[in-house]
């Protein structure tokens, strides 16, 4: 007999062919699974009334309040116009507020009639209130109507009459059929009880028609509970897998290099931060397992003084480094630093990006197979086929969310044993997302900005000020200093992009004859950026305006005014890394963010965080709670992806690490749970959450991901 819920979902009571073909093609239901999954967007309670006590402190679905209405007023003008009804149920009072209709709306209720208010409670300055609620007069015939889903549609469905209703009588079709109680629990029994998870099948009965709050509580957390826990089993079963099998290099000493380094060269001291990474680092090579690690370390906290230790422990140890950079100018940056700081020991360094002439791309070809040169800096021409080592032993990955996890992995397979692998972010991840999305790596974080650096400035402003910014980026440039202007990139429409650069670009140099002004944007031809970039970086030009194209740790320590046009256009991380662009020196630096005046509450509120703190984690933090995880940068250019459908990374850190606690407890305990492609439980891989995993498997890269997201994998990564 066939598995109840890879039953296809016309067989179900009420669907038939036509209901069918709109379910699978307009929502993706094509399996009673797939109906069981379709998990409602809300949840409204006519189940019975509540009081306005209960209302407090709790985050109640839409619900039904009975009462009288004691008084109406109007309050605000014009489009901020409404109309706010005080109601009362006896006890307390509620406000309820209408936008629009205000005038027929005060004249249509009574004082004194009794109503039903339905609608979702919303807190606001330590009272609540519902706006448009449903007002009907209370009717004591009137049987409660239940506590159920309501479904998010397609307009195609709404056309042809599946409405919520319809999908209601299916979900309860589905849950009364006869062999419902057939669906296998897909938790081991142990963590059920021991964690007092209500049972699969009961959360799915919950989840489309609760009995009460409660207990649609319990179902969600219970279905978040084990989608984390399989993202988590999945993510740590294959690293446990990979370190216990996987060899790394040995480094068995501390040297000559990074000795005379550390004593006679480095031109100031380490940050107690960075002291403390590079002995995690150090205990990773000593493991003799293959050290995968990301280092965390908000802009200007030094990280590449801790990747070129690192390297000089490779060194020591008769092994070449590779440092692969996101962007050219990066790059050239990179090679430019570490030259300067390789060259007292006497160690060859050399630069590989596209633009390396083919004579000296032999020679570096050569030196790299002789063993000769022992530390590659460069871009994505490091990946290339033709790039061969003698022994590459570390391969540091600059700004990671610049690269898919499928190109880490091919710096990996550039040696037979897999070098070890130091990816540095400056982007702050919030510790759920290091958790999940990152969760195959080691996390080391520098959380110490070397000493002397002063806070950003950071001023919001409007158009009105733009004189007032105007004098401060002239007072500036008179001190010697250099000035960044970016402008926001709306993808919708390049045109009208680059039209408003461009006419920032005229501004500025009619506002600041005196200077000189570079202009640079995604669009140009590559020459011609790095061409633009060199003259604000040897100082020539004294104003850049640009696109986001400067976010990536470029570095030009006398730049000390960063403004941002239309800053409400960016997310906080990305704010705050362009902030990061400046303040790199110990005279003051300025961020100015420019906004409309008009802009709403929450924007103003959103920029307000970046004026208020400098705390990258805070930042990152903040803008997961507004933008969602699925938007961070990181999610979506890692090449991992995976859709929760229950949990939210912004909200569930408690559940998530209870999951990973326990995954790791179940995986440690049960060993023959690693062995590949054994599911810890009866689930079937499609149920569990989607993750791809890149591997190097002497190399050979290795991707796994539940089949059924194979659509959302860009493929030509991972070729
Ligand atoms: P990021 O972490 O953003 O990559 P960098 O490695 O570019 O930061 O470092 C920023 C600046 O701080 C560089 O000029 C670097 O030489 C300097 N720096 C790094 N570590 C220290 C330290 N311990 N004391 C003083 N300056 C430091
Ligand atoms: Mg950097």
Redesign the pocket.
Known sequence: MQNFLDTEIKFLKGVGEARSKLLSSEIGVATFRDLLYYFPFRHIDRSRFYSIAELEGSDLPAIQIKGRFISFRVEGEGVRKRLVGVFSDGKRMIETVWFSKVKEMSSLYKPGVEYVIFGKPVAFHNSYSIAHPEVEIFNPEKPPTGFRGVYSLTDAMRKKGLSTRVLQSLADNLLKHPRFNTIPETLPAEIVSRYKLMPLQEALRQMHFPEDIRSLQLATERLKFEELFYVEAHILRYSMERSSKLPGFYFRKIGENFNGFYFNVL?????GA?KRVLKEIRADMKTGRQMNRLLQ???????????FMTMLMAVDNGFQSALMAPTEILATQHYA?IKEWAHPLGIKVALLTGSTRSRERKDIHEGLLSGEIKIIIGTHALIEDTVQFKSLGLAVI?EQHRFGVAQRARMWSKSKIAPHVLV?T?TPIPRTLAMTVYGDLEVSV?DEL???RKPVTTLLRYDSNRMEVDRLIVSQLREGRQVYIVYPLISENEKLDLKSLEEGYKRTCETFPSYKVCFVHGKMKPEEKDHQMDLFVNGEARIMVATTVIEV?V?V?NASVMVIENAERFGLSQLHQLR?RVG?GADQSYCILMSKAKAGADTKKRLAIMTETTDGFLISEADMKIRGPGDMEGTQQSGLAFNLRVANLARDGQILTRARETALAVLRGNPSLLAPGCAPTEAKPEDMPPIILAENDLGIIRCELATRFAKSVDWSLIS
């Open positions: 031109p100031f001291k380490l940050t960075q370390g908000d802009v200007g906290s030094g990280k590449t003084m801790v990747a630093t600059d540095m400056a520098i070397p000493p002397g740790g570095n320590p990061g790199r």
